[in-house]
Structure formats: structure tokens, C-alpha cells
């Protein structure tokens, strides 16, 4: 992770994978949770949906590794909760790689 953006993570994101849906077609997310280290900046950016369209972000977040030291692995699809303990939906997420292949960073706009 580039040293610049390591130092700016002084915030702590809570990432949950989405395991399916209910009868009624809403999402559910594991329980299992994974806290890592971030930086949430209320900016606004245009970005590619997931169905390829433009759309407004609101927020962008800066993840990085976990206190384990475990790399970020979201999708749209994840369950984001910020530090103000708000979970906005997750439009696009950009994956940063090191020069060895393996993920530095994740860049998550949400709504």
C-alpha cells in the first residue's frame, strides 16, 4: 500500500458479504463481519454503475487491509457500514494492485 494513502486510513469500516436472498427477494448478509482500516471522504464523483450507466457517488471510501492483515475482498454486492454507522449503497468499487498482483486497496463510491 502506497505510503501516502496508508497514512490517510484513520477511520474503520465494518464489510459484510451479501450469502443470499429471502423469500421476499431482499438481500442477506453474513454474519461473520470484517473491520478495516479506511478513509471516508463526503465528495461527490461520477461513476460507472453496475448496469453502465452514470451515477452520483456521495461518498468515497479508501479500504484497506484489516486489522489481521487481510485484504479487501467487496463487491456492489457487500454490506458497507461506516463509522456513523450508516450503510449507503455501494455503486462501484475500483480494486488497486501492487506490482507483485496482489490487492493494496479497494476505492468504494457509494450513493
Not at 438481500?27 to 461513476?47: D, F, I, M, W
Amino acid at each position: 500500500m502506497t505510503l501516502a494513502v496508508h497514512r490517510r486510513m484513520d477511520q474503520t469500516v465494518t464489510v459484510s458479504a451479501l450469502s443470499g436472498m429471502n423469500a421476499y427477494g431482499d438481500p442477506q448478509y453474513s454474519t461473520g463481519t470484517a473491520s478495516h482500516k479506511a478513509r471516508v471522504e463526503g465528495v461527490q464523483r461520477l461513476v460507472k454503475g453496475p448496469d453502465g450507466r452514470d451515477v452520483m457517488a456521495r461518498t468515497v471510501v479508501y479500504v484497506g487491509y484489516t486489522t489481521a492483515g487481510v485484504a479487501p475482498t467487496i463487491t456492489v454486492q457487500s454490506k458497507l457500514t461506516l463509522p456513523d454507522a450508516t450503510t449507503p449503497p455501494i455503486i462501484a468499487v475500483d480494486t488497486l494492485r501492487m506490482r507483485s498482483g496482489g490487492t493494496d486497496h479497494q476505492v468504494v463510491y457509494c450513493g
